[in-house]
């Protein structure tokens, strides 16, 4: 029996978006299990907390892998990258791209994750064209400031922001 085809996406999901979602959806027929590796960053002054957005990551992609019968688990992780991947046993790493300055960065990272474990590729999926210029970042930027996030995130995601916001 052939080892199981196991991909990390990793990021900090706050919150996790439509965007998220797309290359998620995209990415599970591709393997066997994929784990979304939440990144412990402090420094990204999160809206959810970690358990709260393993939750809210959990409970969006459940239809996700139903529809896939692709694995997906949700876990956190404070380490190098490629340690993590190495720990989950991940020989692939799926990055999504939006726009040419995210490849840059994105290029760099590739390098040095290949050099740090010639064994584990990262594989870049295009956002959807509907999704290319949507960021955790912005969304958070407006929902802080009291605009409309609807067309940006899950119906799901919508309202556990919004209710967060309003305490």
Do not use: C, W
């Not at 199981?4 to 999901?13: E, I, K, Q, W």
């Not at 412990?40 to 992609?61: C, S």
Request: hydrophobic fraction near 45%.
């Amino acid at each position: 029996m052939p080892e199981p085809r196991v991909a990390l996406y990793p990021g900090t999901f706050d919150p996790v978006t439509n965007g998220h979602l797309d290359i998620i959806s995209r990415a599970a027929p591709l393997v066997d299990r994929l784990v979304i590796g939440l990144g412990i960053n402090a420094g990204k002054d999160p809206i959810f907390n970690l358990d709260e957005r393993i939750a809210l990551i959990e409970d969006e992609v459940a239809p996700i892998a139903e529809k896939t019968g692709t694995l997906i688990e949700v876990r956190a992780f404070d380490t190098l990258l490629i340690a993590f991947a190495q720990k989950l046993g991940a020989k692939m790493i799926v990055r999504g791209l939006r726009a040419v300055s995210d490849f840059d960065y994105e290029f760099q990272m590739a390098g040095m994750n290949y050099r740090l474990d010639a064994g584990i590729e990262t594989v870049f999926l295009m956002a959807s064209e509907r999704h290319q210029f949507i960021s955790s970042r912005f969304v958070k930027d407006i929902a802080l400031l009291g605009g409309d996030i609807s067309s940006f995130v899950p119906k799901l995601t919508l309202e556990r922001t919004l209710a967060k916001l309003r305490k």
